[in-house]
C-alpha cells in the first residue's frame, strides 16, 4: 500500500495530513453517498470503510513524526520508506493539483479550481490572481494588483463563500480582490450550473471555500506569514501578513473544533497613464458651432474628447478575519457556525492633465488628418474667460468598506437520507468622501496636441503650451473645488433547507435530491456634492495664494513616462485634511458656490436621482434526479429544475433643474423641484438543467451539459430616478430603469477528460453561451412617462439616457488543459511538472441597439472583455525542500469599453501578456522561505480605439513586482 501525505505550505493546515483518511474523517457521511462513477456501498461496506480510514489515519499520525524529520533532512521522497516498508510520497504542490483534478473529475458539473497550496506557492496575493492560471478565466489588473474577473468572455461573475450568496454594498457579488489568499481553502469555478445551486451570474460562480477546523489535524495548528512586495513604479514597498489559530479535539460529546484565521493586507501603488477620450465628430458634445467655423473639408474631423496624462497613487489596506466553530456530534450529525469580516481602507489620489480638446469654445487650426478622418495634431486657440478647457486635475479620495458573513448549517444523514439546513445573515457597509480641484493656466488660451506621439511608449496624446511656462507654480489659477460624499448600506438574509434520498445502488434513479431557499435583501445608498467655481482666469486667485491662506501645500506631479510634463496642484491629502480652510476661504473670496451650502463639514443635501432604497426578496425552490445506467458504458448525471420567484420595490425621485450656471452646471439654488417616485416589480424564471457523464473507461470520460440561468440587474440600474435636463439641453433625460429583466442565457457544454496517475489531467471541451437582455446604458428618443411631450422636439420625444435590455448574444469557443509531473524519468528530471492551458473563442457577438446606418462599423457587434485567444503556461519543479515554477499568461486584444454612441471608437486593449516567476525553499519542517517575481517582462496595457488603430488611445504602464516572503507551521 503506498500513503500519500501532504506537506502544505502557508495557507493550507500547514502540517502534515494524510488526504484519504482526512476526507472521511472531515466527511463521514460522503462515505454513505455514491460517487458519479460508483453506486453506493452497502451498509457493511460503509462501516468497514470507516474503520479502515481510522486506521489509516491513526497510522499516519504515527508516521508524521518520521516523515516531517525526512522531509527537513532533504530525504528523496521517492525512496522513503516508512512503518512497514510501505513507500510514502510527500507531496507540496503535487497534492494541489491533484485535489483540483479530483475535484473536476469526480464533479457532475464543468468545473476547474485552485488549492491553497497552489495559490501559496505562486506570487498571488489575491483570488483574481491565482483565478488568472485557470482555464477559460481573464483578469483584469487596477492599481498593481488582480481586480476584475471574466469567464469564457463574460464578466458578470456571482460570488460566493463556502457555497452561500455573498454580496457586498450596492453590489450582488463581492470584489473579490478584497479576498486575501492567506484565507482561502480553495477556489472553485464553475462554468455550469447545478439546480441545488444559488441562480445568478451568466458567466459563471466563483465560490471561495475558506478554512474550517476540522479540515485540520487533531491537536493545535499554528501558522502565520509575512512577506513584503517591491515595486518598480515609485519605489513602492507592500507588506502582507498572516495568522491562523485552530483546535481539533475530542469531548464527551463529539469531535470539535475552533478556528481564527486572520489577514492583513496594505498595497501601496503607483500607476502612470497616458490616454485620450470618446472621439466625436467635432462639436458632437456640444451641438456647437465650431464644425462650422473649419474648412468644408475637415468638418467631419473625428476628434478626442480629451486627453489625460495621469499619475494614480495610494494605498489599500484590507484587514480580514474568518472564524469557525465545527461539531460532529456523531457520524450521523454536525453542526458549523462560522463568519467573516472583509475590510478596505483606501487612500488614493488622482492627478491628471486634463484638457478638453472638442469643445465649442475656442478656434482650431494647424490641422493634420489621419487617412481614416481623424486628427493626429491639431493647435486649439480659446481666447474666452477661462482660456482653454481644462488643466491640471487632482482628486483625493477616502474609501471605507465592511463586509460581514454570517453562517450556520446542520448536517444529518442517515444510510439512505441527507437533510441540510443552513441559515445565513450579511450586511455591508461601504463610505466614499473625495475632494477635487482643477486649476487654469495664466497664458494657457494656446494648445498644441498631438494625438499619436513618439513621446509617448506604444503611441498616445502629448500637449504643450507655447504661451505659458506650465513649469511655474506662479502661472496656476483655481478654477473649481468639489467635494462629494456617498454611502451604500446593504443585508441579506437567506435560509435554505435541502434534502437526498438515496433510492437505488443499481436503478436507473441513484437518488434525489429537492429543497427550498428564501432571501431577502435590502439596500439603501445616500448621495451629494458640491461644486464652487472661479469662472474668469484673469480675476481667479492664483494656486499659491489659495495655498499660502488655507494652509494647504503645493505638490508636483511628473509621470514615470519618457517626455512626459510636470504639473502643479495642491496636494491632494493636504487639501483633505484643511478643507475647512478651504471653505471659509471659497465663501470669502468670492467663488461662485452653485446654491450648496459651503458652511457644512460635508455635503448635506443628498441627490436625490443617485440616492435611492430598495426592497428584493426572492423564494426558490427546485429537484434534481439523479440517475445512473451500463449500456454499451456506463452513464450518469442529473436532471434538474429551479423555480425563482423575484420581487420588489424601488424608491428614489424624479427632478428638474431649470437654472444653470455659466459651464452649464445646475444651478441647485435656483428652481430645483424634487418628486419622489416608486416601482414594483414581479417575475418568475424557470431553471432547467442535466448532465450526463459517459464513462469510456475508468480514466476517460465524456461530460456533456445543458444549463440555463439568469442574471438579475445591479441594484443601481433599477432606481427610479428620473433626472430632467430641461433647461439648456434640449429636453435630455437621464434614468434609472426598475423595469429591466434579468439577462437570460441557455449554456451547452461537451468536455473529453483522460486521467491518470497523482494528477495526470488532458482535456478537450466547447461550450456555447447564448445570452439575451444584455443590460448597457444608451441613449435614445423616447416619451417619458409622467412628462409631457418636449416642447423642444418637433415630435415631442425627449433624449433619454439609461441603461436598457438588449441582444442576442452568442460566445463560442474551445478550451483545453493538460497537468502532469514526470515522475516517469529518471534522477532530478522526475520533480518536473507542466501545467498549460488555452481558450480560444472564434464566436463572441452582442446585438446592441444601434441604428441600421452603422451596420458596417468595423467591430460594431464584438462582445466586450472577451479575447480570441488566451492561455497559461507553466513549468514546475517540486520537491520537498525545494520547488520553483515559472508561468506565462497571454491574452490577445479585447473591447475594454463600448461607445455606445459611436461604436467605431470603442476602445479596444491590445494584446497583454505576463511572465511571472516563483522559488520556495524548505530548510526545516516549519519553515518556508520564498522569492516571487511578477512581469518579468515589463509589458504594458495599451490601448485604441477600435475600428480606426491610427488614433491610439495610449497607454497604462505597468509595474514589475519583487516579493520576499516567509511561512511557519506548527
Known sequence: MKVVLTLTCCMSALSVTCPVAAAAAIAPSAVAQDSASAAPLSKAERIAARRKARAEREAARRRGKAVQQAVAAGADSATYKGEGGNDIVVVGLRASLKSARDRKRNSKQIVDSVDAEDAGKLPDNNVPEALARVTGVQIDRSHGEGSGVTIRGLSDVQTTINGNEATSAGSRSLNLADIPAELLKSVQVYKTRSADQVEGGIAGTVNVELRRPLDLKKGLTVAGSFRETFSDLGNT?????????????DTPIGEMGVLVNGSYTKNNYFENYVVSESPQQIGFFTGSQSNARLPVALQNTIIPYAINYGVESGSI?????????????????????????????SDDERNNLRIQTNSDQGAYSNLVVNPDGTIRSVTITNNGAEGVQ????????????????????????????????GTQYNWSDYSQYYVQSQY??????????????????GGGPFVTYPNT??????????????????TNNDTLFATNLDFTVQTSATGLLRSVQFGTRFTKHTISRDYGYRDAFYFTTATAPTMNAVGAATGIGVASTTPDIAGAPTWYHLGGASLFDNFAAMRNYLIGHGADLTGRDWTLSEPATTDPGESFKEHERTFAGYGALNYGFKAAIPVDGTIGLRYVNT???????????????????????????????GSKVNYVD????ATAILHFAPKVQLRLSYTHNVSRPQFYDMRSAVNILDASTSGRVYAGNPDLKPTQENNYDASLEYYWGKGGLVSLGTFLKNQTGFIYYTEMREAVVGLAPNPKAADGLYIVGKPRNAGPGKIFGLEGQVNTFFDFLPGFAKHFGINANFTYIPTASLQLAYADTNLDTQGLYDAPYTSKYSGNVALIYDTPVFSARIAYNYRSKYKTAIDYVNPGYSVYTKQTSRLDAAVNYTPLKFVTFSVEATNLLHDNADSYFGAYDALPVGVRVQARTIQASARFRF
Open 686 to 689: 424557470l431553471l432547467p438543467s
Open 390 to 421: 481644462g488643466g491640471p486635475l487632482n482628486i483625493y479620495q477616502n474609501t471605507t468598506s465592511d463586509t460581514y458573513n454570517a453562517n450556520f448549517e446542520t448536517h444529518w444523514h442517515s444510510d439512505k437520507v441527507q437533510i441540510n439546513f
Open 647 to 677: 420581487w420588489g420595490t424601488a424608491v428614489s425621485s424624479r427632478y428638474a433643474w431649470n437654472a444653470f450656471l455659466p459651464n452649464g452646471t445646475p444651478d441647485y439654488g435656483k428652481g430645483v423641484a424634487y418628486i419622489p417616485t
Open 469 to 486: 511656462d506650465i513649469g511655474n507654480p506662479a502661472n496656476y489659477k483655481l478654477y473649481q473645488i468639489h467635494d462629494q460624499r456617498g
Open 440 to 457: 487654469r493656466l495664466t497664458g494657457g488660451n494656446v494648445i498644441n496636441v498631438d494625438f499619436n506621439s513618439p513621446n509617448v511608449p
Open 237 to 249: 514597498k507592500s507588506p502582507y501578513a498572516s495568522v491562523l489559530l485552530a483546535e481539533r479535539f
Open 317 to 345: 489596506k484590507r484587514p480580514s478575519l474568518n472564524a469557525s466553530w465545527q461539531w460532529r456530534a456523531n457520524e450521523h450529525l454536525d453542526f458549523v457556525l462560522e463568519g467573516s469580516y472583509l475590510g478596505v481602507r
